[in-house]
């Protein structure tokens, strides 16, 4: 039996268990509720009255003998969540072709200047189309996904040879950027024109000498917001309009329809 994530193996019949589901709430509304324990002073610890205490863990040493690379994928994929997904367009050095796909190794880590990090699975080498137009053109558009377009989306990650365009497998649609020569998504509600600022091979643990990954490095250079998104000030993003879609484990994505607010501390 291969698991696929933790409510699926290989063989599972998806359509069926998909189909017993109840139906998506479109018009579900982002609420804001109390955190789980209002009064929490400092010093408390956890807010379940210690329970996960009385837990034990379990130690993974992620290269010990015997131990697939594919076990720690699984397990970072679905323990590492939720993730922003970074849906990247790229457009050829030569201008010929273009490319869109989802990457949820990615993250922002700095605001002055803009930066964004991605991962890609792989090596500089053999890169694939998002990559091989990243570092030849130095330039993308990160795009990020909401509620009203995640199954196109998520048709951007097929497996297409190089040069067939996602944009005409998902239905997606370009719109004009400013300072690069890649499109972004027009159905996005925040776009990011982005410049390469340097990349990072890695290595395999388990098969030394086989580059593995690469880390890019991408500044911020143009956002595209969408108008009813944004503030007067243009400095908030409005999570109910945003409806952001997260990555989860497996062929699981999230949604953000429930959050609470704690107030920053101050010594």
Same mark, same amino acid.
């Given at each position: 039996?291969?698991?696929?994530?933790?409510?699926?193996?290989?063989?599972?019949?998806?359509?069926?268990?998909?189909?017993?589901?109840?139906?998506?709430?479109?018009?579900?509304?982002?609420?804001?509720?109390?955190?789980?324990?209002?009064?929490?002073?400092?010093?408390?610890?956890?807010?379940?009255?210690?329970?996960?205490?009385?837990?034990?863990?379990?130690?993974?040493?992620?290269?010990?003998?015997?131990?697939?690379?594919?076990?720690?994928?699984?397990?970072?994929?679905?323990?590492?969540?939720?993730?922003?997904?970074?849906?990247?367009?790229?457009?050829?050095?030569?201008?010929?072709?273009?490319?869109?796909?989802?990457?949820?190794?990615?993250?922002?880590?700095?605001?002055?200047?803009?930066?964004?990090?991605?991962?890609?699975?792989?090596?500089?080498?053999?890169?694939?189309?998002?990559?091989?137009?990243?570092?030849?053109?130095?330039?993308?558009?990160?795009?990020?996904?909401?509620?009203?377009?995640?199954?196109?989306?998520?048709?951007?990650?097929?497996?297409?040879?190089? !040069? /067939?365009?996602? $944009?005409?497998?998902?239905?997606?649609?370009?719109?004009?950027? =400013? &300072? @690069?020569?890649?499109?972004?998504? #027009?159905?996005?509600?925040?776009?990011?024109?982005?410049?390469?600022?340097?990349?990072?091979?890695?290595?395999?643990?388990?098969?030394?000498?086989?580059?593995?990954?690469?880390?890019?490095?991408?500044? !911020? /250079?143009?956002? $595209?917001?969408?108008?009813?998104?944004?503030?007067?000030?243009? =400095? &908030? @993003?409005?999570?109910?309009?945003? #409806?952001?879609?997260?990555?989860?484990?497996?062929?699981?994505?999230?949604?953000?329809?429930?959050?609470?607010?704690?107030?920053?501390?101050?010594?």
């Amino acid at each position: 039996m291969i698991k696929t994530s933790a409510y699926f193996t290989a063989g599972d019949d998806f359509d069926k268990t998909q189909a017993s589901r109840p139906e998506f709430q479109r018009d579900a509304e982002v609420t804001f509720s109390k955190p789980p324990k209002p009064d929490w002073k400092e010093g408390e610890g956890g807010n379940d009255g210690g329970e996960s205490l009385k837990k034990n863990h379990v130690e993974i040493d992620p290269h010990e003998e015997g131990r697939p690379v594919s076990s720690n994928y699984k397990l970072l994929i679905s323990g590492v969540v939720p993730r922003p997904i970074a849906l990247i367009s790229t457009k050829s050095k030569d201008g010929k072709t273009t490319n869109l796909a989802p990457f949820s190794y990615s993250q922002v880590i700095n605001h002055d200047p803009p930066l964004f990090t991605v991962g890609f699975v792989g090596s500089l080498e053999k890169a694939k189309d998002s990559l091989k137009n990243l570092a030849e053109t130095q330039e993308c558009v990160i795009n990020i996904i909401s509620e009203h377009f995640v199954e196109a989306a998520n048709a951007t990650a097929v497996n297409t040879p190089y !040069g /067939v365009s996602e $944009w005409d497998i998902s239905g997606l649609h370009q719109a004009p950027s =400013s &300072v @690069v020569q890649a499109a972004r998504v #027009k159905e996005s509600i925040l776009s990011i024109e982005g410049k390469l600022v340097e990349t990072k091979e890695f290595e395999s643990r388990t098969d030394p000498g086989k580059k593995t990954g690469v880390l890019a490095i991408i500044e !911020g /250079v143009r956002f $595209w917001v969408r108008e009813d998104a944004i503030d007067e000030e243009k =400095s &908030v @993003v409005d999570l109910k309009v945003l #409806k952001p879609i997260s990555r989860l484990g497996g062929l699981a994505y999230g949604r953000t329809t429930d959050a609470i607010e704690i107030q920053r501390p101050k010594f």
